[in-house]
């Protein structure tokens, strides 16, 4: 194995990490702003911040994790992408603001309005839009190249049909994995109000997110041919994933084990995340860019590894605490403990 | 290579307000768990509530402006690469390493510190929950420390050379520890915690002013005033070893800091004044003081901004920079001082309104000079982005947006600025110790010391 698989490796689980928690936070936002728009919120609340509140800060370093890592791995991708995504990504800044704002002033001061609710709500599903169009404008077609350098064409990727496509997976995927995943916290918190609903809503999603997926697979044929057929070439990881994806609708639908169910999400969801990471090589942007050349030197990538290991070392035991007080605890989880500050 | 002069300016503008404005909250998300670890260790020891209470209340403070700092630190975090995409892709070649370690620093913080905030109450022995804070204040450090490392790394390169344009010999632990590392880092720690001191001494001052007699206030104060002083004279004498340093490495920022404009020896110090056709006016002379704070010695020769190309020198503003950040320090010192021994020998007037007012204002002035330091930090490292290698102008980004962000950024810190202190003064204002420990029932807790 190479510095540079080994590289994109450490910072794609670490994508997928996000992803996954990410995707629990922005979608019980979601949840929580709609459940209230719906004068429900008495079902939902309160299962919700029991579970983001002590989790918010985590869920925001892997991100930063990521887009540091691609700094130190990939220094040559923090340029393309550095000059060209300034405005998605400062709107994606501004809109992870809100979302920090809504803890600092709600949910830590108390500050109380239901137009925060909805505030927060509406980012959790603006924040993975923007996020995902990085995915978009890696697939190419979207950047030229000036004498000065890389420039990003808007109106074309705002007229692309990839973008939307991919857009719309992000907004149901998210949606989807938080729904599964309160699913299972709920009948964990013996809440059965909230079990159910949150059942709905999983099956609910479930079936535009796995359509979507599938049609980006059919886009890609037109916009990027040699992305398409390496894609193709991995059918059976994307077969296990939606074979996957069967099993977590039918024990939701059977109302039954919602803990293998979403053991099963995150099996199906790794291995279609992986699948289209893997697709993706060399290229981190299409046809500019492949990880060969815009990878660090030796002494670097040896040094970053290392530190990698050894801050593993000492995140793996952290992580492992967090979940046990507050994931596992059944007193914390059933909403018998509270112990805030 | 081209250069968008417009973008340059506004990426410049748009980093300096994200940095003004996170450096408050990330000063305070550094030195906070320190102030609330000594809090609830003495109330541990002395068994006194109040002690407990005083950290229980910070803690309370704290998170709003951790939340806070999340944000505008994944902000300038993403606008480094976003505005600097070409420093970055230099910098992530050489300097990578502490910037990647300062993630882990702070996801190692940001665990224990949600387990801190919500396990207030859930072990029998307070001890467990005190050893939680431990790594919260270590993560804390550290990730001032890696970030700082970055900076020093900005003023003082090291760790490879370049040949033919092309860079070789890279080794990122010879960039991690340059010879700016040991002045900066404990700088900017000493600095972190004499501030966080005095601005907690200041929310007591206040509340004594407002008419509180509670003794509760009194334990805060004395607690904090002794804090920021040990920290205050630790910063002073660090920094007369920057000093020393920039003398050494880059004694174009000490000459144009100082108005040092004639290398000489015996050089004199010079404190505010005006400039006037390169003469300096009004100033007050120290004299031998900036030979002594060059090299240790009175007679040593210090080299001015004659030796440098004008290009290559900083704006000589930071002189004021210098000034606010030197005078509010020794105020800091004296203040701290004088209430220091006022309170052992029992000086009456240390309880006098007029005494509270000058405590008041420390934690402001303490505020303003971390900002008056990290501007003179930044501007006198100028025109270099980093020093004799990469020029500002050349860094930033050519995109044509630069000047809409700034609007957008603007926007946002300043709704973030008005909610969290709005935000605190609503925790705070309603609830104050008294009303806490009456809903309590403990009104007594704690009084027998």
Redesign the interface.
Known sequence: MTLEIIGISVLWIFLFGYVIVASIDFGAGFFNAYSTFRGKEHILTRIIQRYLSPVWEVTNVFLVFFFVGIVGFFPKAAFYYGTTLLVPVSIAIILLAVRGAYYAFTTYGKLRHKRYVYLYGLTGLFIPASLSIVLTISEGGFIRMEEWGPVLDYGMLFFSPLTWSIVLLSLTAVLYISAVFLTWYAHKAKDEAATNLMRLYALITAVPMILTAAGIIVEMRSHNIEHYERLIHLWWMFALSFLLFMGTFYLLWKKKSYGTALGLLIGQFSLAFFAYGISHYPYLLYPYLTLYDSFTNTAMATALIIAFIAGLGLLIPSLYLLLHLFLFNKEYVEGKRNDYV | ??V?EEAVFYSRVLTELTLSFHIIYATIGVGIPLMIMIAQWIGIKKNDYHYILLA?RW??GY??T???G??????I??????????F???????I??P??????A???E?????????????FENQKKHFMLLI?VAIGASFSAVFITIVNSFMNAPQGFDIKDGQ?VN????LAMFNPAVPTKVSHVLTSAFMTCAFVLASIAAYRLLRGSRHVYHKKALFLTMKIGLIFSIATAVIGDFSGKFLAEYQPEKLAAAEWHLETEGKAPLILYGILDNDEVKYAIKIPFALSILAHSSPTAEVIGLDQFPKDETPPLYIHYLFDAMVTIGMITVLVALIYWIGTVKKWSFILSKWFNWLILLLGPLSILAIEAGWWLDEVGRQPWILRGIMKTSHAA???G??D??LL??TG?YI??GI??I???I??FRKNTIEQELADQGLEKAGEHL
């Open positions: 290579m081209m968008n229980r803690a309370r998170v709003i951790v939340a806070v999340v944000v505008t630190g994944t902000a975090g993403l606008q480094l690469s976003l505005l600097w995409p070409n970055m892709e230099l910098a992530g070649h050489i990578a390493l910037l990647f370690m300062e993630t882990f702070f996801f190692f940001a665990i224990f510190l949600g387990i801190y905030l919500y396990t207030w109450d859930r790594p860079l890279i080794n990122p632990i980004t050519t995109s947006q630069v809409l962000m957008l950024f946002l709704v973030l909610g969290s709005v935000v605190l609503r925790m």
